[in-house]
């Protein structure tokens, strides 16, 4: 079965960074190579929204709120996504989710809590 752990959320002032990773079990990395992988948010009280997303071809997407800080990157051999913040804001604060597609499959991992406050 496959699964993905977050981890390195935390609390971080504004202007700060932090890095998170992605790491996917339960599937080759042969296999991990082939997945489409993303970060998702969801804010307080807000909907969940794609921030960026990197495909199995190394094409990586930013939205625009987070162009020029975040930075998401794949390193297949040992199945981890990360996403490296900078430049942090209160608006950042929010669940991050990794989200990992394969085929018809589709998998998400249990969020970890960014907070940027004073």
């Known amino acids: 079965q496959v699964q993905l752990m977050e981890s390195g959320g935390g609390l971080v002032q504004p202007g700060g960074t932090l890095s998170l990773s992605c790491t996917a079990s339960?599937?080759?990395?042969?296999?991990?190579?082939?997945?489409?992988m993303a970060w998702y948010r969801q804010p307080p009280g807000k909907q969940r929204e794609l921030i960026t997303s990197?495909?199995?071809?190394?094409?990586?997407y930013l939205t625009d709120s987070v162009k020029g800080r975040f930075t998401i990157s794949r390193d297949n051999t040992n199945k981890e996504v990360r996403l490296q913040m900078n430049s942090l804001k209160p608006d950042d604060t929010a669940v991050y989710y990794c989200?990992?597609?394969w085929g018809s499959g589709v998998i998400w991992g249990q969020g970890t809590q960014v907070t940027v406050s004073s």
């Open positions: 989200w990992g597609k």
């Open positions: 339960g599937v080759s990395s042969r296999d991990f190579s082939s997945f489409n």
């Open positions: 990197i495909f199995n071809d190394g094409r990586s």
